[in-house]
């Protein structure tokens, strides 16, 4: 915002000099404040309900008759700013401004920063400074903007300082001394002997495979009408390597078996593990009996005792063995001695069945009971 203060008749003698014969420079300090909005002219020499002062105060011209002020409260003070004054570093009021209207609020939890650009009417804004600025530039961090002292040509190419910038000129000879450090490849030094890994093939110079002998160990025969003397010794084949032909592996006894890929290892395209063995099905083909699955799955069969004629009694039918686990069900028939359309016997499963057995209880259904029977049992658990 632009603001247009009126310079005291006070201040107007600070800038005339003594000889009457031209304008003083007048150094502005101080700055205040005050939450009172009052009438001002040439002849105000104090700000009216003035708070306090501040020497955080700085300014800068930026054009003939025009001054950027900033002023800084970093205090816990609350107040209402509509007027404030400039003041000389001998305490007088350089210039004055006021207004109804609230210019910025402080509060307690924050700090104030005001900018402003003060407009004089009829005076040089060249002529006037300020004191102490510091407190407008603190040190820049990587999260605030701040002053900053650039880094030397030195410190730059170190590289451990971490508070000073770095110039385009210190950036060209930290790079300049890196790159140093390096053989660069170019015409001059391209070729054998350079020492560059570019010049060289899996880290090797070419004279090293032109040394065809010494890379073997034995001087080949190379032509028709070479000769051997002695034994001639076949290279022996590692047990760890794998031979293959055409990318296939060749199968033989120190890879036969199960795990070695080879089809010839396969049933039908599938290992052994794909398949169930004999071994792994056990049983007991009697009466009563079992059947346990290669993946622990039982069943089991087995009988109760015969009842007698008109009775309707309960029993325990066991298992032959108990299922390591649990029963996971049972189907009950009734074995009847001989046939008759008098009545019907059937026998209900009293409770779940545990591990070793289950309850039945034999039930008669109309007309007389003239025949005894015996429950049969198969369940089924793991």
């Given amino acids: 915002m632009t603001l247009n203060l009126i310079v005291t008749n006070a201040g107007r003698n600070a800038l005339v000099d003594a000889a009457n014969t031209g304008t003083n420079q007048v150094d502005i300090t101080q700055i205040g404040v005050s939450a009172t909005n009052f009438a001002f002219d040439f002849t105000t020499v104090a700000v009216t309900g003035e708070l306090k002062r501040m020497g955080t105060i700085a300014g800068v011209t930026v054009a003939a008759n025009v001054i950027h002020v900033t002023m800084q409260d970093t205090s816990t003070d609350v107040y209402s700013l509509r007027s404030f004054g400039l003041y000389l570093n001998d305490g007088t009021l350089f210039a004055v401004y006021s207004q109804a209207g609230v210019i910025v609020e402080k509060s307690a939890a924050a700090s104030m920063m005001l900018s402003v650009d003060v407009a004089f009417a009829d005076v040089n804004a060249a002529n006037i400074i300020f004191g102490a600025t510091d407190f407008v530039l603190p040190p820049a961090t990587t999260d605030n903007k701040g002053e900053v002292e650039l880094a030397t040509d030195t410190e730059t190419t170190t590289g451990t300082d971490t508070t000073r910038a770095v110039t385009p000129h210190g950036v060209l000879a930290a790079f300049t001394a890196w790159l140093s450090s390096f053989a660069v490849w170019r015409a001059s030094n391209d070729g054998s002997g350079s020492g560059l890994d570019a ?102 069969w087995a009988s109760g005792s015969t009842d007698a004629t008109g009775s309707e009694t309960t029993q325990t039918v066991n298992f032959p063995v108990a299922f390591p686990t649990a029963c996971l069900g049972v189907s009950i028939t009734t074995d009847i001695g001989s046939g008759s359309s008098a009545s019907d016997i059937v026998y209900q499963q009293v409770g779940a069945p545990t591990v070793n057995g289950v309850t039945v209880q034999r039930q008669v259904e109309g007309g007389s009971d003239n025949r005894s029977t015996t429950p049969r049992v198969l369940a089924w658990g793991y």
């Avoid at 025969?221 to 031979?243: H, R």
């Fill in 199 to 300: 010049d060289l093939l899996d880290g090797q110079e070419g004279s090293w495979y032109s040394n065809i002998i010494a890379r073997l160990g034995f001087t080949p025969a190379n032509k028709a009408g070479d000769t051997f003397t002695g034994g001639i010794t076949a290279p022996t084949v590692a047990a760890s390597t794998s031979m293959s032909i055409a990318s296939n592996t060749v199968w033989h006894a120190g890879n036969d078996g199960s795990g070695s890929g080879a089809d010839a290892d396969l049933f039908d395209g599938l290992d052994s593990t794909a398949y169930v063995k004999k071994s792994e099905v056990t049983h007991s083909f009697a009466n009563p009996g079992w059947r346990k699955d290669h993946d622990g799955f039982m069943w089991q």
